[in-house]
C-alpha cells in the first residue's frame, strides 16, 4: 500500500540537485558547479505543488546510478511547455539521478509521494512559477529582452536579415501575444517566434521574420532562452490584450539613428533595398529622434 511521507521537511539529494518534501509541495534546489547543467543554474530552484505533479517513477539509470522523475501534468509548468519536449535527458529539471545503493531510499520517497497525488489531465493553468523577468539574451541576429509586459528586439546589423532591417526593431507588448513557439538551438533552424494574436501564419523561415530571433553557435543557448520564453509564455497566459496605443516606441539615440541610416544606405548601395524603401525607412527612422 502506498504511504504518505512520515515527516515533511525530509531531504533526498542526488548529483546536480536535491529535493525537499513539504506538505503540499515539493522544492526542488540545484547545485551551482561546473559538472551542474547550465539550465539547472540558470533556474537555481523549482517549487512544485503536488497538484502539479501527475506521476512519480524510478528507473535503473547510467553505471550504477537510479533515476526519480516527477512527471508534470501537461500544461502545469510554462518551462516544460515552452520547451515542447526537446529537452534533452540529461537537462530534464524534474529528473534526479541518485547512487544506485540509495535505491531503497529514493522507493521510500517515490511511495511517499504517489500516495499523495490526486490529480491527473492537463491543467487548466500554469501550477509552477514561470522564471522572473527582467530576462534578455543575444540571439544570432538580434538582442532580445523582456521587461515583464513587452518583448522586444534590437537587430544586430552583422547578422539580421535584410527584411528585418526593413521592420526595424521590434516591441511586442505581451497583450498583443497568444504565445511562443521555441526551437532548441541545440538543433537545425533554432529560434524564438513571438506567436500574434490575429496575425495569421507566420513565414516560414524565422531569419525573415520580424517577430522571431534566430540561433546559432554559442547564440540563444537553452539555459538562456527557454527561460526567456517561458517567462513570456506565462506572462502571455496572465495578460489580457492591451490597448494597441501602448505600442509606441520611445525615442532612441541620435547615434543609433544615425548608424542604422548609414546600414540602410549600405543595403540600398547593394540592391538588396529599393529606392522607395529606403526613402521610407530613412524618413521612419528620422520621425524617431
Do not use: N
Not at 513539504?22 to 517549487?47: K, N
Not at 538582442?143 to 537587430?155: I, M, P
Not at 537553452?222 to 513570456?232: M, R
Amino acid at each position: 500500500m502506498p504511504h504518505t511521507m512520515s515527516r515533511m521537511g525530509d531531504v533526498l539529494a542526488g548529483f546536480h540537485a536535491a529535493w525537499e518534501f513539504e506538505s503540499d509541495s515539493v522544492v526542488i534546489r540545484y547545485e551551482r558547479g561546473i559538472r551542474t547543467p547550465r539550465l539547472f543554474q540558470a533556474l537555481g530552484e523549482r517549487r512544485v505543488p503536488l497538484e502539479a505533479i501527475e506521476g512519480v517513477t524510478l528507473t535503473p539509470g547510467r553505471r550504477g546510478t537510479v533515476v526519480l522523475r516527477a512527471e508534470l501534468r501537461p500544461g502545469a509548468d510554462p518551462l516544460l511547455e515552452a520547451a515542447a519536449g526537446q529537452l534533452k535527458e540529461s537537462s530534464d529539471p524534474y529528473r534526479l539521478v541518485l547512487p544506485a545503493e540509495r535505491e531503497t531510499l529514493a522507493e521510500y520517497y517515490a511511495d511517499g509521494l504517489r500516495g499523495q497525488l490526486t490529480e491527473s489531465g492537463p491543467a487548466e493553468r500554469h501550477l509552477v512559477a514561470a522564471p522572473e523577468a527582467p530576462r534578455q539574451f543575444k540571439a544570432y541576429d538580434a538582442k532580445a529582452a523582456f521587461d515583464g509586459t513587452a518583448v522586444s528586439f534590437r537587430w544586430f546589423w552583422t547578422g539580421a536579415s535584410s527584411a528585418k532591417w526593413k521592420a526595424g526593431d521590434q516591441r511586442f507588448p505581451i497583450g498583443e501575444l497568444s504565445g511562443v513557439e521555441w526551437r532548441s538551438p541545440e538543433v537545425f533552424e533554432g529560434h524564438l517566434r513571438l506567436l500574434r494574436r490575429d496575425a495569421g501564419a507566420p513565414p516560414g523561415q524565422a531569419d525573415q521574420d520580424p517577430a522571431a530571433v534566430v540561433f546559432g553557435l554559442g547564440y540563444g543557448p537553452v539555459h538562456e532562452s527557454l527561460p526567456f520564453a517561458a517567462a513570456v509564455l506565462a506572462a502571455v497566459r496572465d495578460c489580457a490584450p492591451v490597448p494597441a496605443m501602448s505600442t509606441a516606441r520611445a525615442r532612441r539615440d541620435p547615434a543609433d539613428i544615425a548608424e542604422r541610416i548609414r546600414h540602410l544606405g549600405e543595403l540600398h548601395q547593394a540592391g538588396l533595398v529599393t529606392d522607395e524603401e529606403f526613402a521610407s525607412k530613412k524618413a521612419e527612422l528620422l520621425a524617431e529622434l
